[in-house]
């Protein structure tokens, strides 16, 4: 590819200064964005189509509406028009920061170079400490590459991603307390670390990419946010430093060998991290410890192999175990999809604009990288995300297990709601319980409810079903014996007590009961239906607050 095809923008303060007030006085915000849009266009240009948001801004000066149509839809546009929309800077300064371009000698009409769009977040807000529970809203613009459905074109290998929907899946995972080092491990754009500099008090930015990191220092020159940029591959160049939390959104599409060295379609560096296998999730998971504070978080999506002779949706994790051994750091590893080899490879080829390229091209790419996967052995490909916490404690853990007795919870198929960063903290706070449960004094939550199915003519259920209105929206099947304790779990009586009343008015012996019970309370504490109500752990309990 030449230079003119991956371009960079430049990093000039003082022309990104401009650009900024600009935007800010065009008052181009999401808010703005959707009152410009019907939801029909809104709804086709998250399809990747642009028509119909192109003709319902037909014709319309303001400068919200020409920076859409010009930025985020690729409409070429008159320099004049451009330079009212951006007063202070002009569309000569637009060619000077290496945002726009010419499209012919007369330079008359601009073509964008890259995608500029507003983004808003709401967020916990860190720096008020009298009201934890505060949120505070931050309106960004970010910088990326333009996609292939605007040029038209299949992507260039050195491709800077915007907001995709790994992207907003692992910023919602994220927990957002106060921290005070946090690293983004390939950073692409930025955005992930825009959102750990509301919270945090010092950013790292790491890329093997040196297009994405000059992308990563524009977009935070471009918000006016202090991020520390460092190009080099995982953790290279952060040698020797810890962080209180990490994020990644690796480039993690397992890519064979014989497919990269056959040149073949959509080899893009945002998405294949130049190593064997799922090699590139392995490395992340084995060298984060080591860059881990005391109680510091790794939180990451990641994608998995599993061999043809393991049930993909009961014996997913063997892999992972095997990445997490030795390492004495907590996981919660949850697997949101499954995918066998074939719509695995086509959801990637087409991912990366396959329909641009050649028929012949694209089957060539295809059966070539479906032929690794069965010498591999590989039988389908887990789709999920990584949750680590590094013990806080150098001596013994705060609960009855020690720091070499690390908890690793595996679940696959959440039913409800994607996981939130609270429920990620919950979660992890709640891994370490005591080896029994019968002391502990318990209370449901109030937005618990239970499902019941009954064979016609039986007066007793045959299934007994808890729904979770908030938190994760759970719905998890449990005994009779459960369900009972469940209902009378207030406060205050303890679970032995609750479970010892059951036992004696089901006529059950006592031990069958606590067998039944313990493993679906723990999930059910896990899950937030059940709280912890007195400190009997010696910690602060695990309610859901914030994150």
């Not at 991912?351 to 060539?364: I, P, W």
């Not at 609270?422 to 992890?428: E, K, N, P, W």
């Given at each position: 590819?030449?230079?003119?095809?991956?371009?960079?923008?430049?990093?000039?303060?003082?022309?990104?200064?401009?650009?900024?007030?600009?935007?800010?006085?065009?008052?181009?915000?999401?808010?703005?964005?959707?009152?410009?849009?019907?939801?029909?266009?809104?709804?086709?240009?998250?399809?990747?189509l642009r028509v119909p948001a192109l003709v319902e801004l037909e014709g319309k000066d303001h400068p919200a509406a020409t920076l859409t149509r010009f930025f985020v839809l690729g409409s070429n546009e008159?320099?004049?028009?451009?330079?009212?929309?951006?007063?202070?800077?002009?569309?000569?300064?637009?060619?000077?920061?290496?945002?726009?371009?010419?499209?012919?000698?007369?330079?008359?009409?601009?073509?964008?170079?890259?995608?500029?769009?507003?983004?808003?977040?709401?967020?916990?807000?860190?720096?008020?400490?009298?009201?934890?529970?505060?949120?505070?809203?931050?309106?960004?613009?970010?910088?990326?590459?333009?996609?292939?459905?605007?040029?038209?074109?299949?992507?260039?290998?050195?491709?800077?991603?915007?907001?995709?929907?790994?992207?907003?899946?692992?910023?919602?995972?994220?927990?957002?307390?106060?921290?005070?080092?946090?690293?983004?491990?390939?950073?692409?754009?930025?955005?992930?670390?825009?959102?750990?500099?509301?919270h945090c008090d010092h950013v790292v930015a790491t890329d093997l990419s040196a297009r994405a990191c000059a992308l990563t220092q524009f977009n935070a020159a471009l918000n006016d946010v202090d991020i520390d940029v460092r190009q080099g591959s995982l953790f290279d160049p952060v040698n020797g430093e810890d962080f209180d939390l990490i994020v990644s959104n690796p480039p993690f599409v397992i890519?064979?060998?014989?497919?990269?060295?056959?040149?073949?379609?959509?080899?893009?560096?945002?998405?294949?991290?130049?190593?064997?296998?799922?090699?590139?999730?392995?490395?992340?998971?084995?060298?984060?410890?080591?860059?881990?504070?005391?109680?510091?978080?790794?939180?990451?999506?990641?994608?998995?192999?599993?061999?043809?002779?393991?049930?993909?949706?009961?014996?997913?994790?063997?892999?992972?175990?095997?990445?997490?051994?030795?390492?004495?750091?907590?996981?919660?590893?949850?697997?949101?999809?499954?995918?066998?080899?074939?719509?695995?490879?086509?959801?990637?080829?087409?991912?990366?604009?396959?329909?641009?390229?050649?028929?012949?091209?694209?089957?060539?790419?295809?059966?070539?990288?479906?032929?690794?996967?069965?010498?591999?052995?590989?039988?389908?490909?887990?789709?999920?995300?990584?949750?680590?916490?590094?013990?806080?404690?150098?001596?013994?853990?705060?609960?009855?297990?020690?720091?070499?007795?690390?908890?690793?919870?595996?679940?696959?198929?959440?039913?409800?709601?994607?996981?939130?960063?609270?429920?990620?903290?919950?979660?992890?706070?709640?891994?370490?319980?005591?080896?029994?449960?019968?002391?502990?004094?318990?209370?449901?939550?109030?937005?618990?409810?239970?499902?019941?199915?009954?064979?016609?003519?039986?007066?007793?259920?045959?299934?007994?079903?808890?729904?979770?209105?908030?938190?994760?929206?759970?719905?998890?099947?449990?005994?009779?014996?459960?369900?009972?304790?469940?209902?009378?779990?207030?406060?205050?009586?303890?679970?032995?007590?609750?479970?010892?009343?059951?036992?004696?008015?089901?006529?059950?012996?006592?031990?069958?009961?606590?067998?039944?019970?313990?493993?679906?309370?723990?999930?059910?504490?896990?899950?937030?239906?059940?709280?912890?109500?007195?400190?009997?752990?010696?910690?602060?309990?695990?309610?859901?607050?914030?994150?």
């Amino acid at each position: 590819m030449s230079e003119q095809s991956a371009p960079v923008p430049a990093l000039n303060v003082d022309l990104i200064a401009r650009l900024t007030t600009d935007l800010r006085a065009s008052n181009w915000t999401v808010e703005t964005l959707d009152g410009m849009l019907s939801q029909g266009a809104r709804d086709a240009m998250m399809r990747d189509l642009r028509v119909p948001a192109l003709v319902e801004l037909e014709g319309k000066d303001h400068p919200a509406a020409t920076l859409t149509r010009f930025f985020v839809l690729g409409s070429n546009e008159p320099r004049e028009l451009l330079s009212q929309a951006l007063p202070t800077l002009g569309a000569s300064g637009l060619v000077d920061l290496g945002l726009a371009r010419p499209v012919d000698s007369a330079g008359c009409t601009l073509t964008a170079l890259f995608d500029l769009r507003p983004h808003a977040a709401t967020l916990p807000n860190s720096n008020d400490a009298d009201n934890p529970q505060a949120e505070r809203d931050h309106h960004w613009w970010i910088v990326s590459d333009l996609s292939e459905a605007t040029t038209g074109q299949p992507l260039h290998p050195d491709h800077v991603l915007g907001i995709g929907g790994a992207t907003i899946s692992l910023l919602g995972l994220t927990m957002r307390t106060h921290v005070q080092r946090a690293l983004d491990v390939g950073c692409g754009c930025g955005i992930q670390a825009l959102y750990l500099a509301t919270h945090c008090d010092h950013v790292v930015a790491t890329d093997l990419s040196a297009r994405a990191c000059a992308l990563t220092q524009f977009n935070a020159a471009l918000n006016d946010v202090d991020i520390d940029v460092r190009q080099g591959s995982l953790f290279d160049p952060v040698n020797g430093e810890d962080f209180d939390l990490i994020v990644s959104n690796p480039p993690f599409v397992i890519t064979p060998e014989s497919v990269r060295s056959a040149g073949a379609a959509g080899m893009l560096e945002y998405r294949d991290g130049g190593m064997d296998r799922d090699n590139l999730i392995r490395e992340i998971i084995r060298q984060s410890p080591t860059h881990l504070a005391p109680g510091g978080v790794l939180q990451m999506l990641a994608n998995w192999e599993i061999p043809a002779d393991c049930d993909p949706d009961t014996e997913w994790s063997q892999r992972i175990e095997e990445w997490l051994d030795g390492l004495g750091v907590d996981a919660w590893v949850v697997q949101r999809d499954v995918l066998d080899p074939a719509r695995y490879v086509d959801m990637w080829i087409r991912d990366s604009g396959g329909q641009l390229v050649s028929r012949e091209l694209f089957e060539d790419t295809f059966s070539t990288w479906l032929r690794d996967f069965m010498r591999a052995g590989v039988g389908a490909i887990g789709m999920g995300f990584v949750a680590l916490r590094r013990p806080r404690h150098s001596g013994s853990d705060v609960t009855t297990r020690t720091v070499g007795d690390p908890v690793h919870l595996f679940e696959s198929e959440l039913s409800g709601k994607a996981p939130r960063g609270q429920d990620v903290a919950h979660v992890l706070g709640c891994l370490h319980l005591p080896e029994t449960l019968w002391d502990l004094r318990l209370e449901r939550a109030s937005d618990v409810r239970e499902e019941r199915h009954y064979v016609p003519g039986d007066p007793d259920p045959s299934v007994l079903i808890l729904h979770q209105g908030a938190g994760l929206g759970r719905s998890i099947r449990v005994g009779s014996a459960t369900s009972a304790v469940v209902g009378a779990s207030d406060g205050e009586l303890t679970v032995g007590q609750i479970t010892t009343a059951v036992a004696t008015l089901s006529e059950r012996d006592i031990d069958e009961v606590r067998r039944e019970v313990d493993p679906s309370v723990r999930e059910l504490i896990r899950a937030g239906m059940l709280e912890i109500v007195e400190d009997e752990l010696h910690h602060s309990r695990p309610r859901r607050a914030m994150a």
